[in-house]
């Protein structure tokens, strides 16, 4: 019997002929443009691509996706994902939520998903703010955030999402930003390509509530000297002129000048898959305007392998099913059972 031939599909064969409505300068345009771009060489049919989203600005992905989706209930997204993926563990799946739908009403689900580990890619775009509802605070949003919500400035602590996956031992974390195409492009082929669930931050600019919250990692002028990228077993260099370094000072992460005696052979070499490191990386997370902060990392932080959830339930039926038909009253009278007389 010979193989099914998919198609060459192109960009344009994953946009629908919905009109794109989000406010203009919105970088969902752009996560939406890379995302349609990085489609054609997963080398899937459409028909088995689907893309299923919460509530919000995000939220309305489904819609300009020429594949199958769902744009589903505030904070599920990922409850309805892990049911679709249990049943149907063929299907690449894609979830798209924010930080309020994510992280908010939906952070249980969020964080249980990730420890659970089904087959699902999770974009998280982050822009620190409830876009779509008008601009309240969101829980990333900074502490003294003036909002609708807060006009004196939001007391809370915020969510560091990151350090939150890591926390739920997720196997793949990892961020990028709506403002260089190029690197979401490759995180998005990354988190695609790893077995298990993939957590990608994306830092979104919201240019109607709160626009330039990112600047000092997107804006040219500030980029380089406030951001980290990441990349496998190499040293930890950033800034303009590629001048400085991070080095561990015990479990301290530090910088350090490369014109001033130090070499790339004494910086930090990043290791994707050490996980204590990987702890440390995440909680770079400085606020950009105090003097002397850290710079802000971004690519693929840690990734591991652990059996899928999907994977390990099939397994468990075959073997009860290997033992023959079930006695159902037994086993919903389980092995605690009274007779009263």
């Known amino acids: 019997m010979s193989e099914t031939t998919i198609p060459a599909l192109t960009p344009k064969d994953f946009a629908t002929d919905q009109e794109v409505r989000w406010c203009p300068g919105c970088g969902d345009y752009s996560i939406l443009a890379q995302v349609q771009k990085i489609m054609p060489g997963l080398g899937l049919p459409k028909e088995n691509i689907v893309i299923i989203s919460g509530i919000g600005c995000s939220s309305r992905f489904p819609y300009y996706m020429n594949t199958y989706g769902m744009h589903s209930i505030h904070g599920r997204a990922t409850a309805i994902a892990s049911g679709l993926k249990a049943a149907r563990p063929e299907l690449s799946v894609w979830i798209v939520t924010g930080d309020g739908d994510g992280l908010s009403i939906g952070g249980n689900h969020t964080i249980h998903l990730l420890r659970r580990n089904f087959d699902v890619n999770i974009m998280l775009f982050n822009n620190q703010i409830y876009g779509l509802t008008k601009g309240q605070y969101s829980p990333t949003s900074e502490q003294h955030k003036v909002t609708k919500s807060t006009p004196y400035g939001s007391i809370d602590h915020p969510f560091n999402p990151l350090a939150l996956a890591m926390g739920a031992d997720a196997t793949f974390i990892a961020r990028s930003m709506d403002r260089d195409p190029k690197h979401l492009q490759e995180l998005l082929i990354r988190s695609h390509k790893h077995k298990g669930a993939s957590f990608l931050e994306i830092y979104q600019n919201c240019n109607i509530f709160n626009d ?48 001033e005696g130090v070499s790339a052979n004494d910086l930090w070499v990043h290791d994707e898959r050490d996980f204590y490191k990987a702890q440390i990386l995440v909680r770079m997370f400085d606020d950009p ?51 009263i007389a």
């Open 212 to 259: 330039g919250a990112f600047e000092q990692f997107t804006e040219k002028s500030t980029k380089l000297d406030n951001t980290l990228f990441l990349d496998q077993g190499k040293p930890l260099i950033f800034g303009a002129q590629s001048n400085k370094g991070i080095k561990l000072d015990g479990f301290k992460p530090v910088i350090v000048d490369l014109n």
């Open 289 to 339: 305007r105090i003097e002397g902060h850290l710079p802000r990392p971004f690519g693929v932080f840690y990734e591991t392998d652990r059996p899928c959830y999907e994977e390990v339930m099939q397994m468990q039926l075959e073997e009860v099913m290997a033992k023959g038909p079930a006695n159902l009253d037994k086993l919903l009278r389980g092995k605690e059972t009274w007779t």
